[in-house]
């Protein structure tokens, strides 16, 4: 999820509204409170698509910045 869209989020009225559903929120009722925040299952299944996506962005910066260069000059 980009910044943008977290930017977009509306303000949450509860902590737990403001989780977004990949994340799961567990608070312990210690003094102080302690809050941990961990991936859900099925948003970790994500980890791996994403590292390739990350991989193929380092490996195809140059020409993806050469691409937009050239993009930016034509406007």
């Known amino acids: 999820m980009s ?6 989020w509306p303000r949450p ?6 989780v977004p559903p ?3 929120r567990t608070v312990y009722p210690d003094v102080p409170v ?3 925040y961990a991936l859900t299952d099925a948003c970790r299944t994500l980890l791996e698509p994403l ?3 990350q ?8 020409d993806v910045s050469v691409s937009q260069d050239a993009y930016d ?3």
């Open 34 to 36: 302690r809050v941990e």
């Open 3 to 8: 910044c943008a869209r977290w930017a977009a």
């Open 73 to 75: 000059r034509a406007e």
């Open 22 to 24: 990949c994340v799961r």
């Open 55 to 62: 991989k193929w962005s380092i490996e195809h910066l140059s």
């Open 13 to 18: 009225s509860t902590p737990e509204r403001g």
């Open 51 to 53: 590292r390739a996506l």
